[in-house]
């Protein structure tokens, strides 16, 4: 894959997959990492 060119017609779905993929992850986490601090800042008697 690393010596394909960037130009290659057949790897590009399979990479728009992959960097949909890696945002999808990154949402996530996102989400989790909010969550664990909303919950600590309520259960700290924040709000």
């Given at each position: 894959v690393l010596r394909m060119a960037d130009d290659d017609h057949v790897m590009k779905p399979a990479k728009a997959l992959f960097g949909?993929?890696?945002l999808?992850?990154?949402a996530i986490?996102?989400?989790y990492l909010a969550d664990c601090v909303v919950g600590r800042a309520l259960a700290m008697g924040g709000a």
């Open positions: 949909y993929s890696l999808y992850l990154f986490f996102a989400i």
